[in-house]
């Protein structure tokens, strides 16, 4: 498996964050979907990973600067049929260590409250990530998590 930066021009990324958002959207009430698309995506302020193993899209995260100390965790999603393989523990260390390099000081993150975010809470859990009040944009939800953590 490979983790690198993804300028998001290719078609097997984009299909692959089209079906990520296309699951949020049916699983969040419309005031709650915070998930990033493509165009969103590609602003100087994000940077993109994407996991390929074999050439194939497996996983991807990303991580959005709101200041110059901290940044917001977006786009983690590992393929389906890839799940609970040790695919999104690689990847969120490399973005976690990503961040660290890039002199950030805390990373943030808003996930879903339902039953189906369960195992993204817990991984953010294992990677020291505890409850945080609503940061940058966001608001109370009772639809939404926010965790955060120092680097």
């Keep these: 498996m490979e983790i690198a930066a993804d300028d998001l021009s290719g078609p097997e990324i984009a299909r692959f964050l089209d079906e990520h958002v296309q699951q949020l959207r049916a699983l969040s009430p419309p005031e709650s979907k915070h998930a990033l698309g493509l165009d969103a995506l590609r602003k100087p302020e ?3 990973w994407a996991v390929r193993d074999g050439g ?3 996983g991807c995260g990303a991580i959005k600067r709101l200041d110059p100390d901290h940044a917001e ?7 389906p049929t890839r799940e609970r393989s040790g695919i999104a523990s690689r990847l969120l260390a490399h973005i976690i260590t990503q961040a660290q390099c ?3 000081i805390r990373l943030s993150l ?3 409250t339902d039953a189906f975010f369960l195992p993204a809470r817990r991984l953010y859990e294992k990677f020291g990530f505890t409850p945080c009040e609503p940061f940058a944009d966001y608001r109370s ?3 939404s998590t926010f965790m955060t953590r120092a680097l």
């Design 110 to 112: 808003e996930t879903g």
């Design 73 to 79: 965790l977006k786009s983690m999603r590992t393929a």
């Design 46 to 48: 994000v940077t993109f």
């Design 141 to 143: 939800d009772p639809n």
């Design 56 to 58: 194939t899209v497996v």
């Design 102 to 104: 890039m002199g950030f």
